[in-house]
Structure formats: structure tokens, C-alpha cells
């Protein structure tokens, strides 16, 4: 008897679980979430952007409190914005090699020293995109 009604809540409950297995939404969930990825192949010049980029963080992080948020100076650290590239990482480069530039270089170098050369490259990039 008790046998017989655990058999017939079990087949209940078998079959409420049967039902609850019905997985309606997730195939069509999938194609929308990788959508975002799909730009990647026309987006190559992305590649390029990046340089800058890198340049825009670590001057943000590292020179900005220094030289102002737009290089615009403050102070007595100098401007750096309207100077070319050229100039702004041949003078990066003088600093890490240990050349004394102007009376203020003690304070200069240490910071200089941390830079490999591909952060002067992308420094001096975004530095002379700055509006002077
Ligand atoms: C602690 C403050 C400080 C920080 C941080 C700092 N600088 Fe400087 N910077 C100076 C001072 C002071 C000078 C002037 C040094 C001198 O007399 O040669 C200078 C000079 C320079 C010059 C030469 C300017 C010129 O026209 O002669 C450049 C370029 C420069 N800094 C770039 C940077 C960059 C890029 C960063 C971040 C990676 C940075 N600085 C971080 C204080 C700082």
C-alpha cells in the first residue's frame, strides 16, 4: 500500500522534472552574447590605435601630476604639450640615460628611468597630440 503511493509520487515527481528540462531559451542566447566579438576582422587599423593609447594611460598614471592633465605645465614642471614627438623622446631618452638637461633633471630622471622604449615612443605620440 505505502509502496504502491511512493511509486505514484515518484512517478509524479519524475515527471514534473521531465517537464522542468525544457531548456526553451538558451540556443538563441548564444549567437547574442558572441556578437560583439564579430567587428575583430575590419577592425584592424584597431592595431594602430592601441600605440596611443598606451601612451594616453601611462601619461595619465605617471606624468599628469606632474605636468598637468594636458600637459600644459604647472608650475615648476614644464609644459610638454606643442613640442613634436621627435623632441619629447629624444629628451626621454636623454633623462634615462642619465644626461643632465635642465637645473630640475634630479626630479625628471627617476621617472625617465622606469620607461622602456616603447613607452617613450607611445608617451612622446601622445604627448604631441595634445592640444597645445
Ligand atoms: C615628479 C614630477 C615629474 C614627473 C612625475 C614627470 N616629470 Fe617630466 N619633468 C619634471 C621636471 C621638474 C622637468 C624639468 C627637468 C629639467 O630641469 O631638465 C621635467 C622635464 C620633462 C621633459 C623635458 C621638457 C623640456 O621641454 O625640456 C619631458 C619631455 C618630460 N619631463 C616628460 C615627462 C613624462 C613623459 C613623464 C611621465 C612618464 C614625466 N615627465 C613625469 C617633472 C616630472
Same mark, same amino acid.
Given at each position: 500500500?505505502? &509502496? =504502491?503511493? &511512493?511509486? &505514484?509520487? /515518484?512517478?509524479a515527481l519524475l515527471s514534473l522534472a521531465a517537464c522542468?528540462?525544457?531548456?526553451?531559451? =538558451?540556443?538563441?542566447? =548564444?549567437?547574442d552574447t558572441m556578437a560583439p566579438a564579430a567587428p575583430a576582422p575590419g577592425a584592424a587599423p584597431g592595431v =594602430?590605435?592601441?600605440?596611443?593609447?598606451?601612451?594616453? /594611460?601611462?601619461?595619465?598614471?605617471?606624468?599628469?601630476g606632474c605636468h598637468g592633465q594636458q600637459g600644459q605645465g604647472m608650475a615648476a614642471f614644464p609644459k610638454l604639450a606643442g613640442q613634436s614627438a621627435d623632441a619629447l623622446a629624444a629628451k626621454l631618452r636623454d633623462y634615462k640615460a642619465g644626461k643632465t /638637461?635642465?637645473?630640475?633633471t634630479a626630479i625628471m630622471a627617476p621617472t625617465a628611468l622606469? &620607461?622602456?622604449?616603447?613607452d617613450i615612443d607611445a608617451l612622446a605620440n601622445y604627448i604631441a597630440s595634445l592640444p597645445q
Amino acid at each position: 500500500m505505502k &509502496l =504502491t503511493s &511512493l511509486g &505514484l509520487a /515518484l512517478g509524479a515527481l519524475l515527471s514534473l522534472a521531465a517537464c522542468g528540462e525544457k531548456p526553451a531559451a =538558451t540556443p538563441a542566447a =548564444t549567437p547574442d552574447t558572441m556578437a560583439p566579438a564579430a567587428p575583430a576582422p575590419g577592425a584592424a587599423p584597431g592595431v =594602430t590605435e592601441a600605440a596611443p593609447d598606451i601612451g594616453k /594611460l601611462k601619461y595619465g598614471s605617471v606624468c599628469a601630476g606632474c605636468h598637468g592633465q594636458q600637459g600644459q605645465g604647472m608650475a615648476a614642471f614644464p609644459k610638454l604639450a606643442g613640442q613634436s614627438a621627435d623632441a619629447l623622446a629624444a629628451k626621454l631618452r636623454d633623462y634615462k640615460a642619465g644626461k643632465t /638637461l635642465g637645473e630640475q633633471t634630479a626630479i625628471m630622471a627617476p621617472t625617465a628611468l622606469g &620607461l622602456s622604449d616603447s613607452d617613450i615612443d607611445a608617451l612622446a605620440n601622445y604627448i604631441a597630440s595634445l592640444p597645445q
